[in-house]
């Protein structure tokens, strides 16, 4: 049994890793630092195989499953990700670019190859790393809002493909607020609430996954604030989450 984990090298996947390593799954940690996943996977008491790639790049993306499409790979977690700040019309294109690279259609291909193998092999699980952003628009974070989006509306749509599929393949988007990680750093942005711990999100993102729901909320008042995202006049939820971005300008 192994899960192949994006993003493994810090925060959220890092703490999947650890989680699912606990359970008895050997691991393949992706993402660009060599070093950091080395460090991991020898802290980890599970087998492991350590693949640094830039999955920004389409090509990465395919190389990465015919590296693995012969392995037995039962879960796949699609988290590595970024954000970054900033008015749309001031923000750099080529940063964009690559969030959209990596956000969107790592997410897209990753998706489709390890849906077709799961289908083949009658079995798996796919979890997808979304955000409570997906359920909003973003004023000054409108790239990074836009690729949830994207990740949460494809998860959905699987998903529902999937039930009919007659195998114990499932896809789940896990939508967390803010939670404690190098993510604000990198996006160059301040948390405007507290968040919650990555290890939580990680179990309960696992926890989801494992119970095949198709949309995975760490806490309760998460999937109020997503029911209430959606009810609202979209003019008025951009007005409001603009509001709440601006405050977490550094
Ligand atoms: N933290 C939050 O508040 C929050 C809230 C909702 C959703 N999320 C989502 O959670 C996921 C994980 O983020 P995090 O919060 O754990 O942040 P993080 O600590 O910054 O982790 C991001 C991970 O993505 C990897 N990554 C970045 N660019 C990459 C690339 N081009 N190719 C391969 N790997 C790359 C990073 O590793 P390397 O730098 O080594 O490549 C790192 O392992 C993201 O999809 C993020 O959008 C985060």
Redesign the pocket.
């Known amino acids: 049994m192994y899960a192949l984990i994006?993003?493994?090298?810090?925060?959220?996947?890092?703490e999947i890793a650890r989680q699912l390593a606990k359970h008895g799954y050997g691991l393949v940690l992706?993402?660009?630092?060599r070093k950091?996943?080395d460090k991991l996977a020898d802290e980890l008491d599970t087998k492991t195989v350590v693949i640094p790639?830039?999955?920004?790049s389409q090509k990465n993306c395919l190389k990465l499953y015919h590296m693995l499409k012969d392995k037995p790979i039962d879960i796949l977690v699609n988290?590595?990700?970024?954000?970054c700040y900033g008015e749309f019309a001031k923000t750099k294109l080529s940063n964009e670019l690559?969030m959209i690279g990596?956000?969107v259609c790592?997410v897209h291909i990753l998706t489709k190859l390890f849906v077709r193998k799961m289908l083949r092999e009658g079995r798996g699980y796919i979890l997808n790393?979304?955000?409570?952003?997906a359920f909003a628009p973003g004023p000054y974070m409108a790239t990074?809002y836009s690729t949830?989006s994207y990740v949460l509306k494809l998860t959905e749509s699987v998903a529902a493909e999937l039930r009919h599929s007659g195998k114990s393949v499932s896809i789940s988007a896990f939508c967390?607020?803010?939670?404690?990680?190098?993510?604000?750093n990198?996006a160059g942005v301040k948390f405007s609430i507290k968040?919650i711990d990555?290890g939580f999100a990680a179990y309960t993102a696992l926890n989801g996954m494992f119970g095949r729901k198709t949309v995975i909320f760490p806490r309760r008042r998460d999937g109020l604030t997503a029911f209430a995202a959606s009810l609202a006049p979209r003019r008025l939820t951009a007005v409001v989450c603009g509001h709440i971005q601006k405050r977490k300008s550094k």
């Open positions: 994006t993003g493994a090298s810090s925060g959220i996947g890092r992706v993402s660009r630092d950091a996943l790639l830039d999955l920004s988290n590595a990700g970024f954000g690559n990596l956000n790592a790393v979304a955000s409570l952003a990074y949830k967390p607020g803010p939670v404690a990680t190098d993510f604000n990198r968040p990555s």
